[in-house]
């Protein structure tokens, strides 16, 4: 396996951090932007949108829906696009993906919209990748979809909702995952010029098809918090943090912004200012031992979990299902990690990890592999500032949601070095 060497060469986290556009946001922007003009023929203009390669995907195919589209391992492009273009009428596509992106589910949202009166056919294996869409317009109506494997889902089926004949009345039985994207994608709506309602108990979507008379010129992007997660892991870490985030808001749309709550009660203090939103590390906590349910932030576990792990903190994450259904399965890449790092972890495999923040010898310089990974990528970069130098498997899987992030990195003393 070939590696890539990270090393730190200060602990000591003084620096103004450049944080990417939100990927998430900026994808439900460029579906929503397309679903107001086929509606009223009015183009949206999208600022400060994320230069993320997932973004990237999605926007060149709404640009060219054509012929057959590579999606690569982008997750929320392929359950996005396959809702906009199955409602979209004389639109013609195949999808297809990466190996991995071929093992992660898509047959609710496929089954969702061939109930709703869409086209969509595997093309080799039932339940994966590749498929085959012909677009049309879609009946509306009610329909359920199970949310326990993925929000995406629901948001696919919320954000084109306003092409359908008639209202979508979208059921969500049993558990649910990251109801924040969901409620994300429910602001955005509005913001956009649809109604959106959900129920208290997040049981009942219903999204109606008219749209306002008075619609917004432009919508800004907003940076991104999941981002931010991983200088939270380093201000964790290191002995000394003061970073700055230009732009970054705690009065945000993204869920993710829970982090700075969190990170609080682990002694980093996170103040917003006219620029942006600083955090400083504070008294050490009182307590040693912490445990957080990521249910509805699974993106934030990555940094919470390796951050407290070098840090020293007993941590339990609960609530973490659907990592196994990220770009790679993140709970056991996770454990993998910890336990070349020498960490006592305890796991069922499937819905909780817990370590014991205590490194039983030293790290002896084995590679920790990312599985092409961006989330897994930045979390273990970040070691390197406790532990001097680590080795990643590679390093550009971060281009998939923070193309710059060895550059801002670079402000707080990591260096690569490519052997």
């Known amino acids: 396996m070939s590696k890539v060497i990270i090393e730190s060469l200060d602990p000591n986290l003084v620096a ?7 990927k998430s946001i900026s994808n439900r922007a460029y579906v929503l932007q397309q679903v107001v003009l086929q509606k009223t023929g009015k183009s949206i203009a999208i600022l400060n949108p994320s230069e993320a390669d997932d973004t990237k995907i999605i926007r060149e195919a709404l640009a060219h829906p054509i012929g057959s589209i590579d999606i690569k391992n982008a997750g929320t492009c392929l359950r996005f696009l396959t809702a906009y273009f199955a409602a979209t009428p004389d639109t013609d596509v195949t999808i297809t993906g990466s190996q991995r992106m071929k093992q992660r589910p898509i047959e ?11 086209s969509i056919t595997y093309l080799e294996e039932n339940n994966s990748l590749p498929i085959h869409i012909k677009g049309n317009k879609l009946n509306g109506g009610t329909i359920a979809i199970p949310a326990n494997e993925s929000s995406q889902f629901v948001s696919a089926l919320m954000l084109v909702a306003p092409l359908m004949e008639g209202a979508l009345s979208i ?18 709506l509005g913001q956009f010029g649809f ?11 219903q999204t109606e098809n008219n749209i306002k008379e008075e619609l917004i010129e432009s919508y800004t992007i907003e940076a991104d918090w999941s981002s931010a997660a991983f200088f939270y892991e380093a201000a964790l870490i290191a002995d000394k943090a003061d970073i700055l985030f230009p732009g970054l808001k705690l009065a945000s749309i993204q869920g993710d912004a829970i982090l700075a709550n969190w990170m609080t009660e682990m002694g980093i203090r996170t103040i917003e200012k006219e620029e942006g939103v600083y955090i400083t590390k504070g008294k050490t906590p009182d307590k040693s031992s912490f445990e957080i349910d990521f249910s509805h932030h699974p993106d934030l ?19 973490i299902s659907s990592l196994i259904h990220k770009e790679s399965n993140r709970l056991k890449a996770l454990q993998n990690t910890l336990e070349k790092l020498h960490f006592k972890v305890e796991t069922d495999q499937k819905s909780y990890l817990k370590h014991d923040g ?15 990974d961006h989330r897994l990528v930045m979390a273990f970069a970040i070691l390197s500032i406790h532990l001097s ?9 971060v281009k998939k949601s923070f193309p710059n992030f060895f550059q801002e990195v670079a402000k707080i003393g990591l260096k690569v070095k490519l052997v």
């Open 195 to 205: 109604n959106c309602k959900i129920t208290d108990d997040y049981a009942l979507v």
């Open 16 to 22: 103004t951090i450049q944080l990417p556009a939100s």
């Open 389 to 397: 130098t680590i080795n990643l498997s590679e390093i550009e899987s």
């Open 301 to 319: 576990a990555p940094a919470f979990i390796c951050g407290t792990a070098l840090a020293s903190y007993v941590f339990t994450a609960k609530g």
């Open 108 to 118: 609710p949202l496929v089954t969702a919209l061939n109930k709703l009166g869409a």
């Open 358 to 372: 205590m490194q039983h010898a030293f790290y002896a310089n084995n590679i920790l592999n990312t599985e092409n």
């Open 171 to 188: 059921q969500l039985p049993g558990e649910i995952i990251s109801k924040e994207y969901i409620a994300m994608t429910q602001t955005m």
